[in-house]
């Protein structure tokens, strides 16, 4: 079962604002890893993740659209805490999840969209590392290394 602990949750909700945004990766159809830095991730839930994206044209939209699996690294130099996030990404563009992503995000992140033409991303946690250890997992991975 997946249950980011409160430490976790604040650090990507805060991730911003503190100086640490998260990093996303996703696979492009050729397998090429592309990774970028997201602000707007923020926790929405137990185990999920919504990211705003202030472009719907987003090569990320696409990429997961192909292939949903997605990695998020966080990393805090000032405290050394770290962790990294699996899941399945999907686009999704409801309304009601758009509102609750986009009004989740930090302020900084809105005024880059203020319009709100972009849409929203939910991110099912797979796993959480830590250490390269899996700490959180929905499968039966807890414990296991993943070097």
């Known amino acids: 079962m997946i249950k980011l602990t409160d430490e976790m949750r604040a650090a990507i909700d805060n991730a911003l604002t503190d100086n640490f945004p998260t990093m996303w990766t996703t696979v492009d159809e050729t397998g090429q890893p592309n990774s970028a830095f997201f602000g707007s991730a923020q926790v929405i839930g137990d185990n999920q993740i919504g990211i705003w994206m202030k472009s719907p044209s987003r090569?990320?939209?696409?990429?997961?659209?192909?292939?949903?699996?997605?990695?998020?690294?966080?990393?805090?130099?000032?405290?050394?805490?770290?962790?990294?996030?699996?899941?399945?990404?999907?686009?999704a563009d409801d309304d009601e999840t758009k509102r609750r992503v986009y009004?989740?995000?930090?302020?900084?992140?809105?005024?880059?969209?203020?319009?709100?033409?972009?849409?929203?991303?939910?991110?099912?946690?797979?796993?959480?590392?830590?250490?390269?250890?899996?700490?959180?997992?929905?499968?039966?991975?807890?414990?296991?290394?993943?070097?």
């Not at 292939?67 to 000032?78: E, G, I």
């Open 59 to 91: 090569g990320f939209l696409k990429r997961i659209e192909g292939n949903p699996k997605v990695s998020m690294l966080y990393r805090n130099h000032a405290t050394k805490f770290g962790f990294q996030v699996q899941g399945e990404a999907r686009r």
């Open 103 to 147: 009004d989740a995000a930090p302020e900084a992140e809105q005024k880059g969209d203020p319009d709100r033409i972009g849409t929203a991303v939910i991110v099912d946690i797979v796993r959480v590392i830590q250490r390269g250890e899996v700490v959180q997992s929905r499968d039966e991975l807890v414990g296991a290394k993943v070097d």
